[in-house]
Nanobody, 119 residues
Framework: QVHLAESGGGSVQAGGTLRLSCQAS????????MAWFRQASGKEREEVAY???????TYADSVKGRFTISKVNLKNTLYLQMTSLKLEDTAMYYC?????????????WGQGTQVTVSS
């Protein structure tokens, strides 16, 4: 059974940097498509960054140029490097395994890690 565990969240001042990690276990081989989502209080969950099976990445407009998604297949680990953090980046961040064309029931989600950006 696949399991995802995020880490690296915390409190940081605006303009600061954090790196989130998502450790996957239970995979027989390399990580396939993965993504980072976030959900701020009172808002819907939104996709922040996505990396496909070929390593092609896409980002939400709100984080372009500031966030970088990457994965290390040998470690079954997904990362999100976040720089120039803004107050509006405050949210619970989740990693998800699965490609965009998959049925939603096939996705695997982590439990989330909180990121809080303060002034």
């Amino acid at each position: 059974q696949v399991h995802l565990a995020e880490s690296g969240g915390g409190s940081v001042q605006a303009g600061g940097t954090l790196r989130l990690s998502c450790q996957a276990s239970g995979y027989a081989g390399n990580i396939n498509c993965m993504a980072w989502f976030r959900q701020a209080s009172g808002k819907e969950r939104e996709e922040v960054a996505y990396i496909d099976i070929n390593g092609v990445t896409t980002y939400a407009d709100s984080v372009k140029g500031r966030f970088t998604i990457s994965k290390v297949n040998l470690k079954n680990t997904l990362y999100l490097q976040m720089t120039s953090l803004k107050l509006e980046d405050t949210a619970m961040y989740y990693c998800r395994a699965g490609c965009r064309n998959w049925a939603p029931r096939s996705y695997v989600w982590g439990q989330g890690t909180q990121v809080t950006v303060s002034s």
